[in-house]
């Protein structure tokens, strides 16, 4: 029997839009709250059709996490007017690209998006260009150590922001996400702090285990991608120009090379360059053509990011990056990472207080420390950078004389590993990166070569 995913029906208030679409004979639904954003005036002054092919998109990129079921076909149900062959196109490179690790996961090494039901249709519904002045960065803030650099970036370089902040059941709680998030930006000075709540009962349900028809181990989402059309009522109703977030060099990067297809696999595939610059475009043709997507720290690798937390060492306790028990549930590979560089490159004092306890001698952590530093078939699948990049982290703690296992795993099994080559390549800065505004980029450059220059400087005290 096929398997088909359907479209079936949307709602909307002033304030939420709720998604109802299913596979076969189950059903699921996912709502988007917004605190400042009306649906309903911005139909008015968009016009339906506008709007519809904005709840169309998100609809769309919440559907594709039913592709984790290994559906054949995929029906656009009411629509289909706005079934083009660009939104197709997209739709699909997104899900080969993200769904790479659930393929591999789940040994599908051939398996295929699933193909539209109805034909792509021609109609074009041209874009709107915002005519209001508004030169402030939409900035996402999930309450990481890449939002807390992002946010002080632009502070630092006096241009003018508002945070996007967003939660997602699959973590737990909504109020206590954006509480985590809103005292970390208690420490920045944002214009306008916008959110985003989303609510979902697919990757929340026991599908795993009570559908094992579908014959699959593990569920896949396209957060990112997912997240900038969810931000596209806000970026209308405050009329932003700009959308960023923050991305680091790294992402570009796979976690293996599949030996059954030669395709790269990365876990961060959605926050890649390549997915950028594919959004970036898609939105000024389809959408709006005077926005800019980006990442203000995609030139960039963690090392730097690492480094320029020192400038706001009174705010990182205010940080926080599990995905598994929020704020910090020390014994999975985010955490292992984030600790591991806060130790290289923060004062201990300040992360034994926020973690309390040694990584290196987790238990559950040995797995990760030994995938990070390349002693595994592959780095894990986590939002982390290179395995050059861990070996610096891991060289710097054993300098500053920390112990335990997984510092003991480094300083047998890791051979061959030259220090100044790490540092010369991860304290570089990529001026080719191609999707920084104009307006910003010398600016952004400029404080990022110093931050560079900074961190060799910082990590030559120790070599």
């Not at 790479?100 to 874009?127: C, D, G, K, M, V």
């Not at 206590?176 to 959110?195: D, R, Y």
């Not at 090392?303 to 937390?309: A, G, K, S, T």
Request: hydrophobic share 40%; glycine share 4%; net charge negative.
């Amino acid at each position: 029997m096929p398997i088909t995913i359907f479209f079936k029906s949307y709602t909307r208030s002033k304030h939420q839009l709720s998604m109802n679409f299913g596979i076969n004979d189950l059903s699921f639904v996912t709502s988007y709250w917004y605190n400042d954003v009306d649906l309903l005036a911005l139909e008015e002054r968009f016009g339906m059709s506008f709007m519809e092919k904005i709840y169309f998109h998100i609809m769309a990129f919440e559907v594709n996490k039913l592709t984790s079921l290994k559906p054949d076909f995929i029906d656009v149900g009411i629509f289909e007017k706005y079934h083009t062959s660009d939104f197709e196109k997209l739709w699909k490179t997104i899900q080969r690209k993200v769904w790479a690790q659930w393929r591999y996961e789940n040994n599908l090494p051939h398996y295929q998006p699933p193909q539209f039901l109805s034909q792509s249709t021609n109609e074009i519904l041209n874009p709107i260009q915002l005519e209001e002045n508004n030169n402030q960065v939409l900035l996402f803030c999930g309450g990481g150590k890449d939002s807390l650099v992002s946010l002080k970036l632009l502070e630092k370089l006096n241009i003018d922001y508002s945070s996007c902040a967003y939660s997602s059941s699959i973590y737990g709680r909504s109020q206590p996400q954006h509480q985590l998030i809103e005292k970390l930006l208690k420490k920045a000075s944002p214009i306008k702090q916008h959110k985003i709540w989303m609510y979902e009962d697919f990757l929340e349900s026991p599908i795993l285990e009570l559908a094992k028809e579908y014959g699959v181990i593990s569920l896949t989402a396209a957060e990112t991608p997912s997240s900038m059309f969810a931000a596209l009522p806000i970026v209308l109703q405050h009329h932003y120009r700009y959308i960023s977030l923050g991305h680091e060099r790294s992402a570009d990067f796979p976690n293996l090379i599949w030996e059954e297809t030669g395709e790269e696999v990365n876990h961060q595939w959605g926050k890649s360059t390549e997915a950028e610059m594919l959004l970036n475009t898609y939105l000024k043709e389809q959408f709006i053509s005077n926005v800019h997507y980006f990442s203000i720290l995609k030139p960039i690798y963690d090392v730097v990011i690492f480094n320029l937390l020192r400038e706001n060492l009174e705010s990182i306790p205010f940080t926080h990056s599990c995905n598994i028990n929020k704020p910090w549930c020390k014994k999975c590979a985010k955490c292992a990472y984030i600790w591991l560089n806060y130790m290289a490159y923060l004062p201990i004092e300040l992360v034994n207080q926020i973690f309390e306890i040694n990584l290196f001698d987790v238990p559950e952590n040995q797995l990760w420390f030994r995938q990070m530093l390349g002693l595994e078939k592959h780095t894990p699948f986590e939002c982390i950078g290179q395995i050059e990049e861990v070996k610096l982290a891991f060289e710097l703690c054993r300098r500053k004389g920390l112990t335990g296992k997984a510092m003991q795993i480094f300083i047998e099994e890791v051979k061959e590993f030259d220090c100044n080559v790490a540092i010369e390549n991860y304290t570089t800065v990529n001026h080719n990166y191609p999707a920084l505004p104009c307006h910003f980029a010398d600016l952004i450059f400029s404080k990022l070569n110093l931050a560079a220059k900074e961190s060799r400087d910082y990590i030559t005290q120790f070599i």
